[in-house]
Structures are given as C-alpha cells and as structure tokens.
C-alpha cells in the first residue's frame, strides 16, 4: 500500500474459484458506477462529507490529485486492480487520454449526508501538465503476469 498526505493506494489480492478471479472486497455506504469519457481532461471536485474509493474495472486514467498547490498523477487501470481511497478535503479529477471510455466503481464511504458542493467542478488552478500525466500511465506499460491479471508497481 501506498500513501500520500491521507491518499492511499492499495493493489487488491485476489483468489480463483474455478474460472472466476475474485477479489478484496470494499465496505461502502454506497457504490457508484462512473464513466469517464474518452479524451476527458476533467476539472477538479473536493468532497467535504465522503471518502472515495475508486477502482478501475474497464480501461485506464490517470487520477490527479491537487496537494500543497502540486498535482500528483496517479495512473490506473484494469490491468492492476488497486483501490485508491481519496479522504475528504483532498481535490481530485481525472484525465483520460484513450479513445474508449473508462468505467470505474467507486465504493464511497459516507461521514455525513451528502452536500451540493460535493459534485461542483472547481477550477484548476493552473493547467495540468499533460506530459507528466502520459508518463506516469505510461510507467503502467512495464507489465509482468501475475494471477492472470497484468500488473505493475507504481509508487506514489
């Protein structure tokens, strides 16, 4: 598991049940399917009343967090099943640099009802740097087979 500033990532164990693969399970208060769409350079939002947990069940993205006025990238994708759990406060967005749609599960954590500023874009402050962001997916091109799945060590 990795972590920085309250943000953890955790790349999930799994075991086989005849052709299934089955892996960790996320407690939740809820659980939501997201698209993210192809080419989508999205803005940023911040959740004061939940914690995200996001996996990637189909395609690739890179999560981008805004922590001491720094982006940090954090590429992710089905090939390396890992939950990424984002605590309120924290300002995230995603890119997707494919031509096909990401979907991602995101098994969230309720410390409160929720609020309407919750789901409100903010603004970057200053652009992505787009460049970085392709590296750090690129980075989850150095693949070994593990269980059947495609992995790969990221350190944030």
């Not at 805004?66 to 982006?71: A, G, H, N, P």
């Not at 874009?121 to 070994?144: C, G, H, M, N, T």
């Amino acid at each position: 598991m990795s972590q920085a500033r309250g943000i953890e990532i955790r790349y999930l164990e799994s075991i086989k049940g005849g052709m299934a693969q089955f892996f960790t399970p996320q407690a939740s208060n809820e659980t939501m399917l997201v698209q993210v769409p192809a080419g989508a350079v999205d803005d940023l939002f911040v959740h004061k009343s939940q914690t995200d947990q996001i996996l990637v069940v189909k395609g690739e993205f890179v999560l981008v967090t805004l922590i001491d006025k720094k982006y940090q990238y954090i590429p992710l994708s089905e090939t390396q099943p890992a939950v990424v759990k984002i605590p309120p406060g924290v300002l995230h967005g995603a890119i997707n640099f494919s031509s096909l749609p990401c979907v991602v599960v995101n098994a969230v954590l309720r410390h409160r009802p929720p609020q309407p500023n919750d789901y409100i874009p903010r603004p970057r402050p200053y652009e992505y740097d787009l460049d970085v962001a392709k590296s750090a997916l690129e980075s989850l091109s150095v693949i070994s087979t593990i269980a059947g799945f495609n992995t790969t060590t990221t350190q944030v």
